[in-house]
């Protein structure tokens, strides 16, 4: 089930990008 959770990069990266499109 592993496959199932994203990286820690992955995760960083689309909170990120979510962060960076709600700010906008």
Same mark, same amino acid.
């Given at each position: 089930?592993?496959?199932?959770?994203?990286?820690?990069?992955?995760?960083?990266? /689309?909170?990120?990008?979510?962060?960076?499109?709600? /700010?906008?």
């Amino acid at each position: 089930m592993e496959d199932r959770w994203l990286s820690v990069d992955e995760i960083a990266a /689309y909170l990120g990008i979510k962060r960076h499109t709600v /700010y906008k």
